[in-house]
């Protein structure tokens, strides 16, 4: 009988037993941040600016287009998610002493199949090292955006938002800017014109919709 039971309870399920979570990939980003890093010696920067930091809708954005001789630095990585500007803060905003960041990610990682409660987390991370680190720095994070190709994640995306503007509605150093109303049509979806064929991307139409939202928000 001790045998037979043995054998049973080899065969259920261990549901308790928490699984260990993957180590950082610190190769995944390197080619991107010693990029960075080139660039940051060759041409130091001045502290007290504004910095643009995240994934592609960063990457993609031309400040200097949409903000002529501003001068504002942008240290976007496409593909990247928020724990990686988390691990590589250092390199990419404390380094710098700007006085304000500008923070667009959480698509990816929604799409990646983190919920929004991990997503939620890895902000409050973010915040943390922030606040640790640059406690003058003041925040501006643009909410994860409606998109074409991820409309199925709208649910999703929407339960993140909602818990990472609380977090910023009481911190008076942080700033939530949703662009929702500017990227929905009247029927509450998507706008087709303000992206790229992919439905991901936005093209020069969506960053001006960006633009006038946060523009104020830089002054």
Request: glycine share 8%; net charge negative; aromatic share 10%.
């Amino acid at each position: 009988m001790i045998r037979f039971a043995f054998v049973i309870l080899a065969l259920i399920p261990s549901f308790g037993v928490a699984k260990e979570s993957k180590p950082y990939d610190t190769t995944k980003w390197k080619a991107a941040i010693d990029k960075f890093l080139a660039a940051d010696e060759a041409q130091p920067t001045e502290p007290g600016g504004i910095l643009f930091v995240g994934s592609s809708s960063i990457v993609m954005w031309d400040l200097e287009k949409s903000f002529p001789g501003k001068g504002y630095l942008n240290r976007g990585f496409g593909g990247s998610e928020i724990a990686d500007s988390v691990h590589y803060f250092s390199d990419l905003v404390t380094k710098h002493k700007p006085r304000l960041v500008v923070f667009y990610a959480g698509d990816n990682d929604i799409a990646a199949g983190k919920s929004p409660e991990q997503v939620h987390e890895d902000f409050q991370a973010l915040a943390k090292k922030l606040e640790s680190e640059l406690p003058d720095t003041k925040l501006i994070y643009i909410a994860i955006k409606p998109s074409i190709a991820r409309w199925k994640l709208a649910d999703k995306i929407r339960e993140a938002n909602e818990l990472i503007k609380a977090d910023c509605e009481k911190n008076e150093k942080f700033t939530f800017l949703d662009v929702w109303p500017v990227m929905l049509n009247d029927q509450g979806e998507p706008r087709e014109d303000i992206f790229l064929g992919d439905g991901l991307h936005m093209n020069d139409k969506g960053y001006e919709a960006w633009v006038e939202l946060i523009g104020p928000e830089l002054k």
